[in-house]
């Protein structure tokens, strides 16, 4: 059971450039999520799915695009990097589902993006 | 306002000390309160959630003061390796979204 994993740990791009950052979980969890983690804003919500196929947008979705296709796999895409979105990355998930409660969120290790 | 406030210290204290800290949430719809624990560098974790009662996990001790809106952390007998940075989280019903704050940095001192 490796919990969720994201790769890759580091990234380093140049503006304008592409790329996707992988999330994955093995736990059947419902809720997937994509936070960003910036020096002195604490974690914001980019863009989150309660379950395959269904996705919605947080508190800072521009510049970014995700997808569901199933329940294991959450890929952040970045579709023009920024030098603003250099940040730290953090994948999440949850058994809770359209409506519940929230439940403990388990966190990927991150990925340390860096765009020149 | 930001939905979840905290101030982010440092909160310097000795190791065998006490220490507490507050959260304040802005929407009184809020429901679920939790507490986690990010190391520097390293991911959240959960540390404990936060019930209405109070509730209390070894050293550490949380609250709801729902009147107030706000919650709280007390950690006794301070080790070395409690420092850390300890994240308040609230969650409203039907938002389907967490709030984080921005965290209270706390580094316990030899």
């Known amino acids: 059971n490796a919990g969720v994993t994201q790769t890759p740990k580091f990234q380093v791009l140049k503006t304008g450039q592409s790329m996707t950052l992988q999330c994955a979980q093995d736990?059947?969890?419902?809720?997937m999520s994509w936070y960003r983690q910036d020096p002195g804003m604490g974690l914001r919500l980019i863009h989150y799915s309660v379950g395959a196929g269904i996705t919605d947008q947080g508190e800072v979705p521009n510049g970014y695009n995700v997808s569901r296709s199933t329940t294991e796999d959450f890929p952040l895409r970045l579709l023009s990097a920024a030098p603003s979105q250099t940040s730290v990355y953090f994948c999440?998930?949850?058994?809770?589902?359209?409506?519940?409660?929230?439940?403990?969120?388990?966190f990927g290790p991150g990925t340390r993006l860096t765009v020149l | 306002r930001k939905e979840v406030e905290q101030d982010p210290g440092p909160f310097n204290v000795p190791e065998g000390a006490t220490v507490a800290f507050n959260c304040t949430y802005s929407n009184s719809a809020s429901q679920s309160f939790f507490w986690y624990r990010q190391d520097c560098r390293k991911e959240p974790k959960l540390l404990m959630s936060?019930?209405?009662s109070g509730n209390e996990d070894g050293r550490f001790t949380a609250q709801l003061n729902r009147a107030s809106q706000y919650i709280s952390l007390l950690i006794r007998d301070s080790k070395l390796s409690d420092s850390a940075t300890y994240l308040c989280?609230?969650?409203?019903?039907?938002?389907?979204?967490?709030?984080f704050g921005k965290g209270n940095q706390v580094v316990v001192i030899p």
């Open positions: 989280v609230v969650f409203r019903y039907g938002n389907n979204r967490l709030a």
């Open positions: 999440a998930s949850s058994i809770q589902g359209r409506g519940r409660i929230a439940d403990t969120q388990y």
């Open positions: 736990m059947n969890h419902e809720y």
């Open positions: 936060v019930y209405s």
